[in-house]
């Protein structure tokens, strides 16, 4: 009975943290759907959020929930901004050219917080700080409770905003076809720039559910290595592959670092990643619709 009640309490870590990776996934998704750019700064964005949280909780005092939702809509202009400002401008170009510019951003990102906020790690109270929930024999903290029925309610609202909205249907088509799209009148750079929004903003919402668990500093943004992986598990481009692929990681994860010798946690992301990419290179959920521009 214990040992079953340790390994629930190792699964619901698990799916906790790998639903931060799904998360940070589905940024990688939502970006490279739209424009074919795979974003290497989405962590280091997810820690600039993360960090504005702090500074509008913890600084200036701000309710949590006031804060948390500022926190969100400031990372969402400047994932706005980002994308209207300098990568907009790359579109076009070799991938490798996007992917130093992102992983040259990551850098920029890393310094800039380091220079305002220090290079210690830093937190605030949450509603779900130092408390539990018991399932039955299990204790289980609300913070990870919390990030599991945060992302369930974040990949609702996504759901019925692409499938609800005329926005998220025009979204949903510029990704599809950005000529068609075009010549219907839809705004595609605008769209882009939006999705780079939506996607800077999911990444604010998983640093900002982070906080209870783990502290905020400048290299959290190394979490979207582990996401990468996710993101290619579940099959990149596939949405709810995404976040598929972050819970496996997250909960194998878990498992590694229990049963396996020390050590194993850290390079679990990466032994999943090669097996993938060897067994499976297209993903769990891979999808087979070619974009046509």
Do not use: H
């Not at 998360?23 to 962590?43: D, R, S, W």
């Not at 609702?156 to 000529?179: D, E, P």
């Not at 010798?261 to 090669?274: C, E, F, I, R, Y």
């Amino acid at each position: 009975m214990e040992d079953a009640a340790r390994l629930l309490q190792l699964v619901v870590n698990g799916a906790a943290s790998g639903c931060i990776y799904g998360l940070i996934a589905l940024g990688f998704v939502l970006i490279y759907k739209a424009t074919e750019m795979i974003n290497f700064a989405q962590g280091d964005i997810l820690m600039l959020g993360g960090f504005v949280a702090f500074t509008l909780i913890a600084t200036w005092g701000l309710n949590y929930w006031l804060g948390a939702f500022l926190a969100v809509v400031i990372t969402a202009a400047f994932g706005f901004a980002l994308d209207a400002l300098v990568l907009r401008r790359v579109i076009g170009q070799p991938q490798f050219a996007v992917v130093m510019l992102t992983l040259g951003l990551g850098f920029i990102f890393r310094a800039f917080a380091g220079i305002v906020w220090g290079y210690d790690s830093v937190g605030f109270e949450t509603p779900f700080t130092n408390r539990t929930v018991r399932l039955g024999g299990v204790v289980l903290g609300q913070d990870n409770v919390s990030i599991i029925v945060g992302t369930v309610i974040l990949c609702l609202v996504l759901y019925l905003f692409f499938n609800r909205t005329r926005l998220g249907i025009a979204m949903q088509a510029s990704s599809q076809n950005q000529l068609a799209a075009y010549y219907m009148g839809i705004p595609v750079r605008t769209i882009f720039s939006l999705i780079w929004a939506i996607s800077a903003g999911v990444a604010a919402v998983a640093g900002i559910l982070l906080s209870p668990v783990s502290m905020i500093d400048v290299n959290m943004g190394f979490l979207g290595i582990k996401a990468f992986a996710a993101a290619v598990l579940g099959g990149f481009g596939s949405i709810p592959g995404a976040l598929v692929g972050g819970v496996i990681v997250g909960i194998v994860e878990q498992l590694a670092g229990y049963y396996l010798p020390p050590g194993s946690q850290d390079v679990t992301s990466n032994v999943v990643l090669l097996a993938v990419l060897i067994l499976r290179p297209e993903g769990l959920f891979a999808q087979n619709i070619r974009k046509r521009v």
